[in-house]
């Protein structure tokens, strides 16, 4: 297949640099290193792996003009009442830096998660700290192991760094092939990347076979698990792999605030590992200088509203059921989401089905996963979800 590179100084001279391009293209990360390259096939779409590419569209729409923007896996109800009334509230002190308002979170943080604050580090969201990771773990080069597809923040970053990827594909299921990750960890394997519940695809990994999983492989290689969809479950708490840091196992924890507390743009996250990791990361970068003084309020605030969590978590839920039913009408399979979104196969080429769901003010994604046409759509409002499901009718009619 014949292959480009599009480097950094390259999307800015063609133009696609734009504020649609980056919020279409969160993961692809402009905020990697500045020599992050990312293939594209003769058509300019992002070739991932062998059985993993994305289609972009030719033009990145108007996000002010769409009727439902359902492109990023953002939360359509956040922030918390109680986050935006914090955020108000000092405003006034956007001057300051906010060591000490940091702290606090990360104090109330670790109680939440049942660690100590030496096993915190926060960052300007999660994405953040697993790109920081992967800079300070793969300075001399290595390879890392994880799904494919999965979320390719972090594998970016590696490969830009100096590693390799040793890309593992989903199984039948959708979940994760443990057996196979193992298998492929090797003497140069520097860390082994989870994405649960897994985006692009939805999917999750069962609990118990992944809690073996990380409490063996963290014996001989890292296993950083990015749970930052964990809290569309109901029962997220139960299923995280944080209780593994307090047995000492080398493990390390993604979280965010960007979904369930729907503070995407406010940028708040931390990781949860053991302190030897964190001093290794956080003496080359920091982590915390990247939060504003104002984001620090409105996350403590978040934390204590569980009553909008429930909302989010609920009201995701009720989008993800009439997309279901909206799909079995319209005789679409889907893969079960424990996320705030769904994929479904598509009998159209990717960037034409973005071209035509963008004249109908839609905004959605396209990817290509062993040879298979997908979208992927965000859960929105209901009535987003209703202007969604109309489009996609009309389009694929």
């Known amino acids: 297949m014949e292959t480009s590179k599009l480097n950094r100084r390259d999307w800015i001279r063609t133009g696609l640099l734009t504020a649609g391009g980056i919020t279409l293209l969160p993961h692809l990360g402009i905020a990697e290193t500045a020599k992050a390259s990312i293939p594209l096939d003769r058509n300019g779409n992002a070739l991932y792996s062998p059985l993993f590419k994305e289609y972009l569209p030719e033009k990145f729409p108007d996000e002010s003009k769409l009727l439902a923007k359902l492109n990023a896996n953002e939360n359509p ?3 918390s009442p109680k986050a935006i009334d914090a955020l108000k509230n000092v405003a006034t002190k956007g001057n300051r830096y906010a060591w000490k308002e940091l702290f606090a979170l990360i104090d109330k943080i670790a109680i939440k998660e049942g660690v100590e604050a030496k096993n915190i580090m926060m960052g300007p969201g999660s994405s953040d700290l697993l790109e920081k990771t992967a800079m300070v773990l793969f300075m001399d080069g290595g390879n890392v192991v994880s799904a494919d597809p999965s979320y ?3 594998i970016r970053v590696a490969e830009a760094t100096g590693a390799s990827w040793k890309p593992v ?3 039948e299921d959708w979940s994760h092939d443990l057996k196979g990750m193992e298998a492929a960890i090797d003497k140069d394997t520097k860390l082994v990347y989870i994405c649960n519940p897994n985006n692009p695809t939805g999917s999750i990994t ?3 076979e992944l809690l073996d999983f990380c409490s063996r492989v963290s014996e001989k290689v890292p296993v950083f698990v990015d749970e930052a969809y964990l809290d569309f479950l109901e029962d997220g708490t139960k299923q995280s792999m944080v209780g593994l840091i307090n047995e000492g196992k080398n493990v390390i924890i993604a979280r965010t605030f960007s979904k369930i507390h729907g503070m995407a743009g406010l940028r708040v996250g931390y990781i949860v590992a053991q302190e030897t990791t964190l001093n290794k990361i956080q003496k080359i970068t920091r982590g915390g200088m990247g939060i504003a003084y104002t984001s620090i309020y409105a996350a403590l605030a978040s934390m204590d509203d569980p009553d909008f969590q429930n909302s989010s978590r609920s009201k995701n839920a ?3 059921e009439y997309v ?4 079995k009408q319209l005789g679409y399979d889907y893969v079960t989401s424990y996320t705030s979104f769904i ?4 009998e159209m080429e990717g960037q034409l089905f973005l071209k035509k769901m963008t004249e109908k003010k839609v905004g959605v994604r396209a990817f290509e996963f062993m040879g298979k046409n997908w979208c992927r759509v965000s859960m929105g409002t209901m009535d987003e979800m209703k202007i969604f499901t109309a489009a996609l009718t009309d ?3």
């Open 77 to 79: 109800y956040g922030p």
């Open 152 to 154: 390719m923040s972090l």
């Open 169 to 171: 594909p989903l199984k």
């Open 206 to 208: 069962d609990t118990k």
């Open 318 to 320: 009720e989008s993800r």
């Open 324 to 327: 279901y039913k909206s799909l």
């Open 343 to 346: 994929i479904f196969p598509i």
């Open 395 to 397: 389009v694929l009619a």
